[in-house]
């Protein structure tokens, strides 16, 4: 009896490295924040960006910006065309899916205090570069230095499914243990 109990802790154990070593790198990816000031213009591609939307606030309120609002014609007296709900205006998570084509100028608004009119961003959509492109820029990036300020800046890239692989170890590990007291 006590030596299927040393087995089956150490079958445990065993399964239990491996989840960790898959836990671990999904654990250690950092998102990159990228501060966001009116007016600025934000290349939006597939991977996540995530934004702190600086000075959209209202100044002599500081309340926070609870959406982005399109308006036809770029115009805020005509009809609003799309709304993008903001949870935390400090860490604003968006990528080519959050616009689903509907790329422009959003007007920031806040439920206290209603339209923030002068605080406004411009989203482009992110052109996908070539494998001719991508030699290009990185040989200039190379030989130049850069002159503009850069407007967006790219996520780290992620692992696909860490965390669910992960999670499907621990799950074999519980119904491992599940199967042994029984």
């Known amino acids: 009896m006590t030596y299927d109990n040393v087995i089956s802790r150490h079958l445990l154990v065993i399964l239990m490295v491996p989840a960790l070593v898959l836990v671990a790198p999904a654990a250690a990816q950092e998102t990159h924040k990228l501060t966001v000031q009116p007016g600025e213009t934000i290349e939006v591609g597939a991977e996540t960006l995530v934004l ?3 000075n959209f606030r ?3 309120t500081l309340n926070p910006v609870t959406e982005l609002r399109q308006y036809r014609d770029e115009d805020s007296r005509k009809e609003i065309t ?3 709900g903001v949870s935390n205006d400090d860490y604003f998570k968006i990528n080519a899916y959050t616009f689903k084509g509907k790329y422009g100028r959003y007007f920031a608004y806040s439920k206290q205090d209603g339209l923030i009119e002068h605080n406004s961003i411009v989203f482009v959509q992110a052109a996908t570069p070539t494998a001719t492109e991508t030699v290009a820029a990185v040989t200039e990036t190379l030989t130049e230095t850069p002159t503009a300020p850069a407007t967006a800046a790219t996520a780290p890239a ?6 669910l692989i992960a999670i499907a170890a621990v799950g074999i590990c519980g119904l ?7």
């Open 82 to 84: 799309r709304v993008i």
């Open 52 to 54: 702190d939307l600086i």
């Open 158 to 163: 992620q692992a696909p499914l860490p965390g």
């Open 176 to 182: 491992f243990t599940a199967a042994q007291k029984r």
């Open 58 to 60: 209202n100044q002599s």
